[in-house]
Structures are given as structure tokens and as C-alpha cells.
């Protein structure tokens, strides 16, 4: 049996509770430390399969920068990979928020979309 004790901030919300994750064989048996159900889930998912929500900008097809950010969370080790196809991408102006600029994103099933409007070129 192989018990590990790993401390976490959690980022859940605002609170930034100090987590304490008992886990055994890599799997969580105990969280404390958190003051919501949110803290317990994000700890477990942060030592098992961790995730992040990815930010960044594409380039318009006309060379204009277009804020985006992943719809949803992604495996923090396809990060790069997700980067990688954001900065492939060429959105055509105009773009409004919401807009798909890459409809699977490395492949993990996780469109990226348009944070900001911006207007065509004149």
C-alpha cells in the first residue's frame, strides 16, 4: 500500500482553501481543508486527471489579434498541444464572442472560442 499526502490550493472559487489529499495507490481516499463541495471535487480531479482552462490569442486571417480561451478545461498535458492549434489558426474577421475558432482543439473534444469582439478590417 502506497499512501501519499499532497497539499493543494484550490482554485475553485475565490476562498483559496488549503487542501489536504490523502491518497493511496494514486487514488484520493480523504480531502480536507475545503469549505465547499467544490474544493473536495477539484482536489480529487487535480490528483488524478488534472485540468486547466487555456487562454491565448489567434492571429486573424488578416494578421489582427483575436482574444480566445477553451470552452472547457482541457488535460493539463495536452496544454502545449491545444496551443499549438490555436496559434495554427487563422479566424476570418469579424469575430464575435463565442465564436468557434477551433472546433476540437488537439483532439481532446474541447472547442476554443472567441473571448472579444473584433470588427473587420477597413
Known amino acids: 500500500m502506497n499512501m501519499e499526502t499532497i497539499k493543494l ?14 491518497t493511496e495507490n494514486g487514488v484520493p481516499v480523504s ?25 491565448s490569442t489567434a492571429l486573424s486571417d ?15 498535458d495536452r496544454i502545449f498541444d491545444v496551443v499549438r492549434d490555436i496559434k495554427a489558426a487563422r ?3 469579424p469575430v464575435e464572442i ?10 481532446v473534444g474541447v472547442p476554443v472560442v472567441a473571448t472579444k469582439r473584433v470588427a473587420a478590417e477597413r
Open 91 to 93: 479566424p476570418s474577421l
Open 62 to 76: 488578416v494578421g489582427v489579434p483575436v482574444p480566445v480561451k477553451t470552452a472547457a478545461a482541457v488535460p493539463k
Open 98 to 107: 463565442g465564436d468557434v475558432v477551433v472546433p476540437d482543439a488537439a483532439g
Open 31 to 55: 480531502v480536507s481543508g475545503n469549505t465547499c463541495p467544490i474544493g473536495k471535487k477539484y482536489a480529487e480531479e487535480e490528483v488524478t486527471a488534472p485540468k486547466r482552462t487555456v487562454t
Open 9 to 22: 490550493i484550490c482554485i475553485g472559487c475565490p476562498m483559496g482553501c488549503d487542501l489536504t489529499v490523502e
